[in-house]
């Protein structure tokens, strides 16, 4: 009698309510990266026991996602902002909003809107808002993490020193995640593309492609 042997696990996914919340919350994350995010935050934090973190909180769109993962799993969810917009988002650029600029400043301020999108998807104490430069944070980090996701400032300074300052806090089996990854200089910036070619020279091994998101693991060290 011939055995059927099973096929590989569906990947994890959100609930429709977390993915309703995710697709309602300002943001420009697509589904599919998105749900990509998901699987490697929960993969990740199960097989660690680790927080998740992000850098580029923005309103809050993916860390609905990294957040559901983290009560998932037991963990937390840590992300990242100055909540001050990256360059794009700034007036006259085209990602600018101009309902996200504090009136009373004349500055962007997203942190208002990023917590009333975790409250609105109940979210809350799952995830902690560090509020600063990525840098400055990742330099008096000092804990371990189960994924880092880079998605911030999107030119070589800022993406790069994302890199630089967070990718050494990654726990030997944890995941770094990129996004907006554009190999062709048509389609978008290449900051963080250079960023992924970064990864892959200094050991770290492609997971999964999908859209302009990229998985890597950092490659398991030689024995002996």
């Known amino acids: 009698m011939t055995q059927t042997q099973p096929g590989p696990a569906a990947a994890p996914a959100p609930t429709p309510e977390v993915l309703a919340a995710f697709e309602a919350a300002d943001g420009f994350m697509p589904v599919d990266e998105g ?19 992000e850098i580029g909180t923005y309103c809050g769109r993916s860390a609905i996602l990294l957040a559901d993962a983290a009560r998932r799993t037991g963990t937390v969810a ?12 700034q007036p006259g650029w085209e990602y600018h909003d101009p309902t996200l600029v504090d009136p009373e400043v004349g500055l962007m301020d997203t942190l208002p809107r990023f917590r009333r999108t975790l409250h609105e998807a109940g979210l809350e104490q799952h995830v902690i808002a560090l509020v600063g430069r990525s840098p400055q944070v990742a330099a008096v980090w000092g804990g371990k993490l189960a994924l880092v996701f880079i998605d911030g400032g999107h030119t070589d300074e800022h993406a790069g020193g994302d890199y630089q300052g967070w990718a050494p806090h990654l726990a030997e089996d944890g995941l770094l995640v990129v996004h907006d990854v554009f190999p062709d200089p048509a389609d978008g910036g290449q900051a963080p593309y250079r960023v992924y070619l970064r990864a892959l020279a200094e050991g770290f091994e492609e997971v999964s492609v999908t859209g302009s998101l990229r998985v890597l693991r950092r490659a398991a060290r030689a024995a002996g």
Do not use: F, M, N, W
């Open 35 to 53: 749900l990509a995010l998901y699987a490697a935050a929960v993969e990740a934090a199960q097989r660690t026991g680790l927080p998740v973190l």
């Open 78 to 89: 840590l992300t990242v902002d100055h909540h001050r917009g990256s360059e794009e988002q």
